[in-house]
Nanobody, 121 residues
Framework: QVQLVESGGGSVQPGGSLRLSCAASGSIFRIYDMGWYRRAPGKQRELVATITKSGTTTYEDSVKGRFAISRDNAKNTVYLQMGSLKPEDTAIYYC???????????????WGQGTQVTVSS
């Protein structure tokens, strides 16, 4: 079994900051890419940021300069530091990990349960 558990969501005023965390646990052999998606009400899922095992990052254009993704490989944890938050950042944020489970002959994506981020005055 593999679990991804997110934390850190909540409500914040425009211009505020939040930090999301996502810890992977279970029968993990190796984790490759990790990242965050979000789904806003009435919109399609959107890739927010990704980070490779070596630390190379990518960002969706609307969050560049405001969000920062990082990871702690020793803790199998990925973080998303969100700053200068806007109402349009309101969404459910999901973390994912591209990983190889012990005893399974292929890599797969695993997902967290999602955490709500609400930006409103």
């Amino acid at each position: 079994q593999v679990q991804l558990v997110e934390s850190g969501g909540g409500s914040v005023q425009p211009g505020g900051s939040l930090r999301l965390s996502c810890a992977a646990s279970g029968s993990i052999f190796r984790i490759y890419d990790m990242g965050w998606y979000r789904r806003a009400p009435g919109k399609q899922r959107e890739l927010v940021a990704t980070i490779t095992k070596s630390g190379t990052t990518t960002y969706e254009d609307s969050v560049k300069g405001r969000f920062a993704i990082s990871r702690d490989n020793a803790k199998n944890t990925v973080y998303l530091q969100m700053g200068s938050l806007k109402p349009e950042d309101t969404a459910i944020y999901y973390c994912y990990a591209d990983l190889w489970r012990l005893g399974v002959p292929m890599r797969s994506d695993y997902w967290g349960q999602g955490t709500q981020v609400t930006v409103s005055s």
